[in-house]
T-cell receptor, first 108, second 113 residues
Framework: QQPVQSPQAVILREGEDAVINCSSS?????VHWYRQKHGEAPVFLMI?????EQKGHDKISASFNEKKQQSSLYLTASQLSYSGTYFC?????????FGAGTRLTVKP | DSGVTQTPKHLITATGQRVTLRCSPR?????VYWYQQSLDQGLQFLIQ???????AKGNILERFSAQQFPDLHSELNLSSLELGDSALYFC????????????FGAGTRLSVL
């Protein structure tokens, strides 16, 4: 089953923060986050394993609430380079499905 | 460069035709995934192979088929093509067990005219 992402789209000014949410109805083994620039391949950002850990990648971090089967991606002090579509992928029993994506636009 | 190679990069064909997309996974990866992405849409999972065997199936049409060969490369065959099959087709690979980070190829852009 495909996870649900929200919001569908976000528009920010440089330096602003954003949160992208991902939720699943199934018990998850892990949550993956990817970013895709227009016309390019999705690029892996980070993975969160069950256990509620939080990970960071520069000014992008994420959390995973195993009990709620939810993950959130936090983008702080956004830069123009953060623009793109963010996908969460939820993994159960070696089966991963991606959400519909959140389109993030950062303007100067 | 993700290490995943997809060929061809672009493919233009006519309705009713058949095409084959090819994917070579990263060295050491045993699992291959195929995704379809229509214009500005999400990643629709088609099928996954692990070490030559089908592991998971998504929304793959009966007109589409795939296989993974002993050298671990994979091919996605699309037949009786329709206009709606025009899309970007991505292949991804992962180790297949444990922490399954997927690395994506650059994609094949299929245009059906």
């Amino acid at each position: 089953q495909q996870p649900v992402q929200s919001p569908q789209a976000v528009i920010l000014r440089e330096g602003e923060d954003a949160v992208i949410n991902c939720s699943s109805s199934k018990a998850l083994y892990s949550v993956h986050w990817y970013r895709q620039k227009h016309g390019e391949a999705p690029v892996f950002l980070m993975i969160l394993l069950k256990g509620g850990e939080q990970k960071g990648h520069d000014k992008i971090s994420a959390s995973f609430n195993e009990k709620k089967q939810q993950s959130s991606l936090y983008l702080t002090a956004s830069q123009l380079s953060y623009s793109g579509t963010y996908f969460c992928g939820t993994e159960t029993n070696n089966d991963m499905r991606f959400g519909a994506g959140t389109r993030l636009t950062v303007k100067p | 460069d993700s290490g995943v190679t997809q060929t061809p990069k672009h493919l233009i064909t006519a309705t009713g035709q058949r095409v084959t997309l090819r994917c070579s996974p990263r060295s050491g990866d045993l699992s291959v995934y195929w995704y379809q992405q229509s214009l500005d849409q999400g990643l629709q999972f088609l099928i996954q192979y692990y070490n030559g065997e089908e592991r998971a199936k998504g929304n793959i049409l009966e007109r589409f088929s795939a296989q993974q060969f002993p050298d671990l490369h994979s091919e996605l065959n699309l037949s009786s093509l329709e206009l709606g099959d025009s899309a970007l087709y991505f292949c991804a690979s992962s180790v297949g067990t444990g922490i399954n980070i997927q690395y994506f190829g650059a994609g094949t852009r299929l245009s059906v005219l």
